[in-house]
């Protein structure tokens, strides 16, 4: 899979949340390599260093903003300064995303309602801020690609049940929602040229997945994981397969399996208008 993809987007222009380490720093990397220029954001501010090394690496112009993505006006301003910036958007990564246990025998009230607040804010309110601030300047420019960024836990490998852990409500829940957003964008948009997909992997190296596994954290483990240049690697094959190219997709990525996308989907009709 991959291959060379140096100058493949040349002129275009990206975002990407959610940057400053793991899948999204990943796919900032390869969007730069592959010729965009790319805008980062992140709520951490050591995305800035992430920005100016892919700048000098790369040679494409990679912007930071320090963004919390639940944040309205914070996101809007993040987008529409990209625009300004790079004349266009053509691509977005939705990256940005938390993990907490939760669970509904154990947590007392005021942990059940911060961490529903925290998970749903970022995962889901995030994403749907970030692609909602985004899709009028796509549409604008003639089209371009929307990726979200999910979980194998609304996409299992064959054989496994949906969902992750027991301790999970309220992450799946925040998860799940992001379906709902892929697929009704992927219906309303396909007219405007805005392709609307998401990459729903299993274990890759993140901090989010090192917080997740604690103490359990091995270097063994570590090194069973996926990377995050295998997700920003077929994040770039969904790309390029172009305007016509799938929409409405989860696109499943497993431990133990190809990293590869999966035949193609037919679409089947939608019962709603």
């Known amino acids: 899979m991959g291959g060379n993809h140096m100058g493949d987007l040349g002129g275009q222009a990206a975002l990407v949340t959610g940057a400053a380490s793991g899948i999204g720093a990943g796919c900032a990397k390869a969007l730069a390599e592959a010729g965009a220029n790319v805008a980062v954001c992140d709520i951490d501010s050591s995305g800035a260093a992430v920005a100016t090394e892919l700048e000098a690496s790369t040679g494409s112009a990679v912007v930071f903003s320090e963004v919390d993505v639940p944040d309205a006006e914070g996101v809007k301003a993040f987008v529409d300064d990209t625009v300004a910036r790079f004349g ?64 194998d836990h609304i996409c299992p490998p064959p054989g496994w049940a949906l969902g992750g852990g027991t301790r999970m409500d309220a992450y799946d829940a925040s998860k799940f929602g992001i379906n709902g957003l892929t697929e009704s964008w992927s219906k309303r948009l396909a007219g405007d040229g805005i392709r609307v997909n998401a990459l729903c992997m299993d274990a890759t190296d993140s901090e989010m997945i090192r917080f997740a596994t604690g103490d359990r954290l091995t270097p063994d483990l570590i090194d069973s994981w996926m990377t995050p240049a295998d997700i920003a690697g077929l994040m770039l094959e969904l790309i390029a397969e172009g305007p016509d190219g799938r929409t409405g997709e989860n696109i499943g990525i497993w431990l133990d399996h190809p990293i590869e996308l999966p035949p193609r989907r037919d679409q089947l009709p939608s019962r709603h208008r």
Request: charged share 15%; glycine share 14%; no cysteine.
């Open 88 to 151: 266009r958007l053509d691509i977005v990564v939705a990256n940005a995303g938390v993990w907490r246990s939760t669970d509904p025998l154990g947590d007392d009230w005021e942990t059940t309602v911060s961490q529903f607040d925290l998970l749903v804010g970022t995962n889901l309110r995030g994403l749907f801020l970030t692609g909602r601030a985004a899709i009028p300047h796509l549409a604008a420019g003639g089209g371009g690609h929307i990726v979200n960024i999910a979980t």
